[in-house]
């Protein structure tokens, strides 16, 4: 079965810094791997996504995540935080191949200051 | 372009009431459609999943059923609801099983 591991309940940097999210995942076979954005009392958007190819995914809002197998990782990265990025962040993995299940994370909060 | 709708946006109910909450998506056909849960404002557990009219599956055992009249609409159900009910409903619609879910704007359940 598969799984996914945010190690960090929060994270917290100030504005203009690198923000980094962390996730780690646990599959059989080549994962599909997913980050997606909550803000309060709302639905989840997607950011972006690694199915296959470059190792470093371009998604939403300046984000990008880094695919390393040998790590089992799926950093969520950007270069210079906002204040608006603060949110809650969910990585999620399904397996290849005719399973419809996601797998999600348990979330990171971050919090930007200013 | 593709929207998905889900009413009501808040919804309070006593135990023991009747469940019904409504998706439906526009701007596609025959998607894949999700229901899930999210409690305490944290983590997502997937309820149901269908690949097609009457093709529904059931992810966890539970006091909810789920069912989907028509291509687009996608509804969940309860006939006696408990107070482990409460929670934040999402549902959402993929094209394909490897791609993307995209999500609606949710339904606060506050069961008491």
């Known amino acids: 079965a598969q799984s996914v591991a945010q190690p960090e309940d929060q994270v917290n940097v100030a504005e203009g810094n690198p923000l980094t999210v962390k996730c780690t995942y646990s599959?059989?076979?080549?994962?599909?791997l997913f980050w997606y954005v909550q803000y309060p009392n709302r639905g989840l958007q997607f950011l972006l996504k690694?199915?296959?190819?470059?190792?470093l995914v371009k998604g939403s809002y300046g984000f990008e995540a880094e695919f390393n197998k040998s790590q089992t990782s799926f950093h969520l990265k950007k270069p210079s935080a906002l204040v608006s990025d603060s949110a809650l962040y969910f990585c999620?993995?399904?397996?290849?191949?005719?399973?419809?299940?996601?797998?999600f994370g348990a979330g990171t909060t971050v919090t930007v200051r200013a | 372009s593709q929207t998905i709708h889900q009413w009501p946006a808040t919804l309070v109910q006593p135990v023991g009431s009747p469940l019904s909450l409504e998706c439906t998506v526009e701007?596609?056909?025959?998607?894949?459609l999700y229901w899930y849960r999210q409690a305490a404002g944290r983590g997502l557990q997937l309820l149901f999943y269908?690949?097609?009219?009457?093709?529904i599956s059931s992810e966890v055992p539970q006091n909810l059923s789920a069912s989907r009249p028509q291509d687009r609409q996608f509804i969940l159900s309860s006939k006696k609801l408990l107070l482990s009910d409460s929670g934040f409903y999402l549902c959402?619609?993929?094209?394909?099983?490897?791609?993307?879910?995209?999500f609606g704007p949710g339904t606060r359940l506050t069961v008491t």
């Open positions: 959402a619609w993929s094209v394909q099983q490897n791609d993307e879910q995209y």
């Open positions: 599959v059989s076979g080549n994962p599909y």
């Open positions: 690694y199915i296959t190819g470059d190792n």
């Open positions: 999620a993995v399904r397996p290849p191949l005719n399973d419809y299940k996601l797998s």
């Open positions: 701007g596609t056909s025959n998607p894949n």
């Open positions: 269908s690949i097609g009219i009457d093709q």
